[in-house]
């Protein structure tokens, strides 16, 4: 069983309710009539019956939610709510109130607050920025979490490299240059998530051009720094860097150039130095290595809500789904 099929399984083991905000988009009814044929979480689309109507074309979604703000009976609460939450912003109700009808994303937000959903899947028509905003002004960040961050689930078909093919890609979608403390706070969130998620022990490589001391500079000393504070705060956690892409996943290149080391050869999670180096690393494996990406996945809000590639198709919507499912059965 490839691992979707594990997060389905797990899905459908235990049913959570997925809000799906993004009504004016085709992919996600196509979405929608899949997940609620196989049985993986109840949904909840955000729209107008007049919306959803024109939009949804011939897919059946007749067992999903349609949940319209200006008729709900809950949005009178939900405006409270966030009045409650913002003021010391200024909201009025005012305002609160045209956000919440005009903006489906904040809508699906305030219905995994107010426990009306277990999670939230956006970003197929929006950007990570605008599903990321309201998430971390309404639900916050989950206690005890330094930094919220974003990672990917690769599932590279035919390799024997990582967890049978699979991989936590870290961070790829949200923090653009982070700090050594930032950095040793991603790679601490990404073990927990390959854990939950993938369910084998995480051997979490810190990746730079460099390995172990083969170059010199600023770039280099900043992943050193983030492998020493990961490892005090994590002395039971299995890391280790700075790696070499190659050093960090392939058994005999880990052996020649980092003898010794716990994690050469054989990292399933990969915490990449910046943005840059993590978004072309995922869309070089997802396009020649033809890999499924699941993500961006978020990892650190106190609630699960998961971003999409523009790019994604259906059944990405799909699968990532599945996986907001089991994040929430493990809240």
């Not at 599903?131 to 689930?153: D, H, N, W, Y």
Request: glycine share 8%; net charge negative.
């Amino acid at each position: 069983m490839g691992f979707i099929d594990e997060m389905k399984a797990k899905a459908r083991a235990n049913k959570k309710t997925i809000v799906l905000p993004e009504s004016e988009d085709e992919r996600t009814y196509k979405a929608a009539e899949a997940v609620l044929k196989e049985e993986i979480a109840n949904v909840v689309i955000v729209g107008s019956e007049e919306e959803v109507a024109k939009n949804k074309g011939s897919y059946d979604i007749s067992g999903a939610q349609i949940v319209d703000p200006a008729t709900s009976d809950k949005t009178e609460a939900y405006i409270a709510k966030l009045v409650e939450l913002r003021q010391k912003k200024g909201m009025t109700e005012e305002q609160a109130r045209e956000i919440l009808l005009t903006n489906y994303l904040y809508y699906g937000v305030m219905m995994v607050k107010m426990k009306d959903a277990d999670g939230m899947v956006s970003g197929a028509c929006h950007s990570t920025a605008d599903t990321l905003r309201p998430c971390l002004q309404i639900l916050k960040t989950k206690p005890g979490t330094k930094l919220v961050s974003a990672f990917f689930v690769m599932c590279v078909p035919d390799c024997e490299y990582g967890e049978n093919g699979v991989f936590v890609f870290a961070d790829c979608g949200l923090n653009q240059n982070p700090a050594p403390e930032e950095l040793a706070a991603i790679a601490e969130s990404s073990a927990e998530s390959f854990r939950m998620l993938v369910g084998a022990e995480p051997k979490v490589a810190f990746l730079s051009h460099s390995s172990k001391g083969s170059a010199k500079h600023a770039d280099v000393d900043k992943v050193t720094e983030a492998v020493k504070i990961a490892k005090e705060a994590n002395p039971d956690l299995m890391l280790d860097g700075e790696l070499q892409l190659d050093a960090a996943i392939v058994p005999s290149v880990g052996e020649s150039k980092a003898p010794g080391s716990p994690v050469a050869g054989h990292a399933n999670v990969l915490v990449f130095p910046d943005l840059d180096a993590g978004n072309i690393g995922y869309k070089l494996v997802q396009r020649l290595a033809k890999a499924e990406a699941y993500g961006p996945m978020t990892q650190g809000i106190a609630a699960p809500v998961n971003d999409l590639s523009r790019g994604c198709s259906a059944e990405d919507i799909v699968g990532v789904v599945a996986i907001t499912a089991v994040q929430a059965q493990n809240q």
